[in-house]
């Protein structure tokens, strides 16, 4: 019993524990009435005077404690607690004195307020949840001793109650504050993706070209070679530029769930053709050669645009990590499924790392390789549209193999 009454903040000075008149009494008040009901349909004329007696020192006392648990308050974070805290023990004080469930809410509109500063002075939730502890703690001890007379069970619960209506109201006005904030950040950081898609993607695609009619022009000049390979580093550079921001981009359309999928016939071979194409440049620099081992005659029904940007990652990742040799691409098929994987000598990944690969900026070991981590976890996203299973296998020092295994025939989802 002694335990019970030091949750609800009641303590040996508010008299013998006995005057709860046992713990069967409080079980029957609250199976017989939800709690908050005790302030919509009874009145504590009582209590409510003891909270006006005892509000200055309240503040007072409360104030001192916060001072002294959270040193991050500053001089006019006290002084907007003192101005508002008054306030707010005067609507618990009504709640408790009245018999009228607008009372309630409009005390959790005053402690609205309180998370919405909280917030905006960079509090985090636990600290606003910290200063409810203390407040409760102090207002226990301050309006017991403000009483003539030990409180009754029914008055613990309602102050109680009246606590606890101020603290949900408090951190609920908290989060929906920072869901706000979020909401407007995350709004502005579309807004930029945008402008990258259409604006300064398409001058950075300009570039390229300028790069590449001036490297035929000065090819035929010896004494130009280091020029072009300077030409030829600016060239690579923009490549991972503007792979980057399609990532980017990509994993946007995703979050916002902009996305239709549009089933059609793929021959599968000619899909991974025109993607070595697309990486040949890379593939050239390195000395890496893709070799695409595809039936001919390999065709399933998808997404044609889904499943070029999942074996765009895959192949775009297998050249970013092997250093010479061979990538191999190929297939296999039933009646139901067809299975494609890409196969590197890259370094290989280790065990521990192969399970978080396709979570956002989530990466492998680096090796240098510049990046952000988004192009498998899109791969992984664009999958699942699909209805495909994604994963990868590897042997440190041996290299890696990535697998996608898609329906042969995508059938919508119900």
Known sequence: MRNFLI????KEQFGSPEFLFGHDRWSLIFMTRPPLDLLTSQSFPDLAAAVRKASDSIVQHWVAMVRDALPKCDEMTFGEVRDSLPQVLEQIALALELEQAPTVRFLGDMTAEHGVVRFNQQFNL???LQEYALLRSVMFQEVGAAMSRPMSVEEVAALNVGLDVAVRRAVVSFTSHQEKQLQAATEAQSKYLSFLSHDLRGGLNGV???????KRELSGEERLAETVQDLDVMRRSLLETVGTMDRFLHAERFRKGKVQVRPGPIRVKNLLSD?????SYQARDKELEIRINVSADCEIVSDREMLSLILQNLISNAIKYSQQGLIEVDSSTTPDTCKIWVKDGGPGIAPEKLTKLFAPFERGETYGQPGVGLGLSIAHQAANYLHAKLWAESTVGKGSTFYVELPRKLEPRP
């Open 208 to 214: 390229f070209l300028m790069i590449e009619v001036l």
């Open 126 to 128: 636990s600290e606003v």
């Open 7 to 10: 949750f609800f903040g009641v």
């Open 275 to 279: 993607i070595s194409a697309q990486f």
